[in-house]
């Protein structure tokens, strides 16, 4: 028989049944459609736990317009949860208005009080046990006496039950009339960098190997980065190697591309040689370590037609008639330093050993310490083999995230995300207009994906130098970054950014000149004029807010100007708020006056408030909600204003 | 392992498993987002059969933008049926796509021109059985030789594969790899009355009982209505019965309402004598079944004080501390005629007990040859009972159908759809304005539930005289049954709609002045100047046109003109198009410049078309998509268009 109580809808979850997501301590809103036949009233909560252990914890939902229910779930471990929405009729408190709509309407209410006073005894009879049970019941009790009382006027038996605590008590007892459960849902608690990152990437060949590459560490964590990314760091093929800017004819010193993986030296478990020893690399995660970073590396699934898998194990590739091996292509485009792995084998033994060697790389790194990986190109490679290589990954360990790589379209996004992937490369590198980037930070936040796919926003990678970055100048490379590092919790940058590198390869595609994929790049980090203290101040704004840690609450607010957009973001608990204001226009200045909603900003709308510019330290008092605002690109992209309740100085 | 190719969204479906539902012929589309990792060509299908029996049928699915596929099924029986949407990878197509690129860009085709043949050939191997299989065979043998020829040009060799008949073959051939499958979709089929019906509602003793209501009926079919609905047919209770205008001081001769089931002469099983014998009430069905019409009785379960459950089944009542059975409220409302049933007794053999004894009622009335009943109040009754009694119901009598009147809040009435029942009453009762009503038909059309509840549109009830009719003129009445008549295929209206009845009882409520449900209420059918010839030209106008008997197909074609709204309807095969242009303004003519969407209109942009007015017969050539109309209200309240392709006189 199905549930007496509708309970449908319920969120957070994912289309197949597929865990939502969550990070440890982070608020879930958890929320249903829930209605029943009739005016009664119903009680509503939600339970969860670590699935299958322990007890259950418990937390009533309210009720929202139009019959949908909202209430709040904490996972405080790692690793898989489960919850139940649950529903009964709350027979007391349905009685309790009857019977005080009849009494304002002057009718006799004597069998009523008896009524409710058989309701309340039958409560006093379930209590037992606990210390507290018997206080309940003796409250009981007691009300139960004074509803019966006609010696009493009707107002003083009515009150007896708003007892502190009682109300409570009755709305489980004495039976939980018409109990109704949803689906046991799903839900995975990540770590906390799963949700709140900041990511910088860079190539270690160009800062000196791993030992260079940890002497940079310092200065980046000084940034505020807390994941450092690095391509490939395997041995590079020979055969059919890239020359610079991506030619087929490479000079005998030249590098070739990261992403060729496998030579002589090794495959995907080796290290290149040119960057250091597995010493080195030990000492690069270690110090990543004490600076309370961590090292991503990047699990990219194909090989150069060196890769010793080639020769080992010819099945797990394609072949040709003529006997060869499938190079990659994009019929007309070659890439024949590449061959893709034939993931599904005609053999099924060949593909659970193909599969199992995948896992093993995985196993490989994280037992040095990798607890991070970008995933190179995951649309490429089959989605069951996703969903089960990530569940038997974090199975054994639930600490260790990976990063889509997917820039594609967006349900196969979304597909990659339910499937198992922590973090999801965006859009956001090609939004630049008003209207599509801010309702893509709502779809991003609240759309139906927002329940498992976590964004991250990248102004610019390897592969992208997105259109406004494109002979850029510093204003648009600090607007661009401040967008990404406001408007998600994940955003990340690749190195030369700070240095506002600009310049295309060519009109027809977004790659860089001279691009580090297939040259070394050395750079003067410490020139004058980076970007650097604009970043390290961005960063500690995101450490020092809470808003701009967690995805869900984000509120824009209008105004006219399309070059100034506004939004704010709220802290889980809604102490802390963050509003963004920031001025598209990176050639000339713009003034507005803003449509506020204090009610986002968690302001009285009654009184004045406060609003302090975290990049620049000014503070400003605002009395209403329409408060004027100008920006000068050559000063500054935006103001991120922290928002404090009251105006300064102004007693309450 | 989850599927290879992904298959997400399939519709026609449920929130929650439930049937999604169609009637006999119905063309039903099926959609469903596919996709899988990489560029690989994909071939998806839909099969399905009345469930777990006989052959699959297959229908293959197109490609629509963003990776959502379309086809269309077709139930033939009533009765469950089961679909399932397949994918697999065209290895085939792929290969021909990627071979014809690169030879389009001068590559050297050698070896695919081999693989190819390879393909071909191993199709071949496996084709084996009928002589039709055998045919395809030699084709694929002939083609995997040409692709080997290398004295024929490339050109020639890439041909040789697009015989008639072959690519189809080669879709399936030799493996359907990465075959994706969804879950098996449920579909319940009703016979065709579920989707397209006119209903007419009366209150049998205000027509001289059975037998005057039974001579009432060719009048009712001669206006084109298929389906006449009852009130209550039962004995009415005495106590606490209800005097004219719903007073609680009756006369003597007051007759009470029908919803107050059940006395002395028995309850729901029984006929109110004042209506006549069994013999009368079989005379009725049969009359209705000879004119190929139906009778509908109402299904009200509750109870007078005078039914028998009361004192047979007291455990069947909700019973307060003082020894009384409690009538229905909603406090500070007291309805004492009514006891509502407790569909919860304590005792679960009395549940039982109960939920049979309703059953039964069904079966009485289904045995008497009622195959639709109108559900009183269903949304005051637990949604378990109808899951259940529903399915029970159709198991044993496929073709019997349920009408729920659950004037309520649109998740509950998308809930009772779900759980069973066949049509849904509507808030088109109170959509006036041009957008609102815009936006509910499609709604109703095309929304989220639109795969299960399907819509009927009554402009008024015994409990409703909505808005607009209030005092309301003729030209309000033909307005809101012809918007009611178009824009749903199944629509009804209670009797005194045809004679304009129009007296409200007060401004604080919508009941009818003098309302019938308290009173016999004689009326002169024939009168000058009544409803009835625009009411069944509107009829046949339905029966003549397929487009205003399906429910999904749908376009609204915008004009300036706030009084104006236009939409049209086209068959499942898009052969019939209707376009109905209505004027809201019922007090003054209303002109406009429509902006006609051609394509929907199933005509070609670039010639005239016809269009011919069906309740004048006037016709129209329009050459392009911005037709002006203009519309007297005194003479009509729309045009209803149907559509004709190619301008009539002028040759193609």
Redesign the interface.
């Known amino acids: 028989?199905?549930?007496?109580i509708?309970i449908?809808?319920v969120r957070p979850r994912t289309?197949?049944g597929f865990p939502a997501k969550a990070v440890t301590g982070e608020w879930v809103r958890v929320s249903a459609?829930i209605?029943?036949?009739?005016?009664d009233l119903l009680f509503a909560r939600v339970i969860w736990r670590p699935t299958g252990a322990g007890d259950w914890r418990s937390s009533p939902l309210s009720p929202l317009p139009?019959?949908r229910w909202e209430g709040t779930i904490v996972g405080e471990d790692i690793g898989h949860h489960e919850y139940v929405v649950q529903a009964w009729t709350d027979t007391f408190a349905t009685w309790r208005?009857?019977t005080l709509?009849?009494h304002?309407?002057g009718?006799d209410v004597g069998?009523e009080l008896?009524?409710g006073a058989?309701l309340v005894s039958s409560a006093a009879a379930k209590l037992e046990g606990s210390a507290a049970a018997k206080q309940k019941k003796a409250l009981c009790r007691e009300a139960a006496d004074s509803l019966r009382n006609k010696d009493l006027p009707v107002e003083t038996r009515l009150a007896a039950v708003e007892v502190d605590g009682l109300l409570e008590v009755l709305k489980a007892y004495p039976v939980r009339?018409?109990l109704s459960s949803s689906a046991m849902m799903p839900l995975w608690v990540d770590r906390p960098r799963a949700l709140f990152s900041s990511w910088y990437e860079l190539f270690p060949r160009s800062n000196g190997g791993f030992e260079g590459t940890t002497k940079r560490l310092a200065a980046l964590s000084d940034m505020g980065f807390d994941v450092v990314y690095l391509p490939p760091i395997h041995p590079i093929g020979i055969t059919d190697r890239k020359g610079k800017n991506n030619t087929t004819s490479p000079d005998a010193d030249d590098v070739g591309s990261p992403w060729a993986i496998g030579s002589k030296e090794g495959g995907h478990k080796a290290i290149d040689p040119s960057l250091g020893t597995f010493e080195d690399f030990a000492a690069l995660v270690e110090e990543a370590g004490s600076l309370g970073m961590e090292i991503s590396l990047d699990y990219a699934l194909q090989c150069s037609p060196d890769h010793p898998w080639v020769t080992e194990h010819p099945e797990w590739f394609h072949h040709?008639?003529?006997g060869?091996i499938k190079f990659a292509?994009?019929?007309?485009k070659k890439y024949q330093d590449i061959y893709p792995i034939n993931f599904?084998p005609a053999k099924d033994e060949d593909r659970a050993a193909l599969w199992s060697a995948c896992w093993d790389i995985l196993e490989f790194w994280i037992a040095r310490g990798i607890r991070f990986f970008r995933v190179d190109n995951p649309?490429?490679?089959?989605?069951?083999f996703w969903?089960?290589i990530i569940r038997e990954v974090q199975t054994k360990h639930p600490d260790v995230l990976f990063l889509a790589e997917a820039f594609t379209?967006?349900?196969?996004m979304a597909?990659l995300a339910e499937?198992g992937f922590s973090q999801s490369y965006t859009y956001f590198t090609w939004r630049v207009g008003k209207q599509e980037l801010l309702e893509y930070a709502v779809e991003v936040a609240q759309g139906p994906a927002a329940d498992y796919m976590r964004p991250n926003f990248w102004p610019n990678t390897p592969d992208i130098l997105s259109g406004p970055l494109r002979n850029g100048g510093p204003a648009v490379f600090r607007l661009r970054l401040l967008l990404a590092a406001t408007m998600s919790p994940s955003y990340g940058i690749y190195s030369g950014y700070e240095l506002y590198e600009n310049q295309p390869a060519r009109d027809t595609d977004e790659e860089y000149l001279n691009s580090e994929k297939y040259e070394v790049r050395e750079r003067d980090y410490d020139a004058p004029g980076t970007l650097v203290p604009f970043i390290a101040r961005l960063n500690a704004i995101r450490r020092e807010h809470p808003a701009l840690q967690q995805l869900h609450n984000i509120v824009v607010h209008p105004n006219w100007n399309p070059n100034i957009l506004a939004f704010s973001k709220a802290s889980d608990d809604g102490t802390d708020v963050v509003l963004t204001v920031a001025n598209l226009d990176t050639a000339g200045r713009q003034e507005t006056t803003l449509n506020l909603d204090l009610t986002a900003l968690g302001v009285d709308s009654s009184r004045g408030f406060t609003v302090r510019d975290e990049l620049t330290g000014a503070t400003y008092d605002w009395w209403g909600a329409s408060p004027y605002v100008r920006l000068e690109p050559a000063d500054q992209p935006a103001h991120v204003f922290s928002v404090i309740q009251g105006v300064q100085g102004v007693a309450d």
Not at 35 to 39: A, C, K, N, S, V
Request: hydrophobic share 30%; net charge negative.
């Open positions: 028989m199905i549930n007496p509708a449908q809808d289309p197949e459609d209605f029943r036949d009739g005016h139009n019959h208005r009857d709509v009849k304002a309407a009718q069998v008896e009524e058989l009339r018409d040709r008639p003529d060869t292509e994009n019929p007309p599904w649309h490429t490679k089959p989605l069951p969903a089960w379209h967006p349900k196969m597909r499937v």
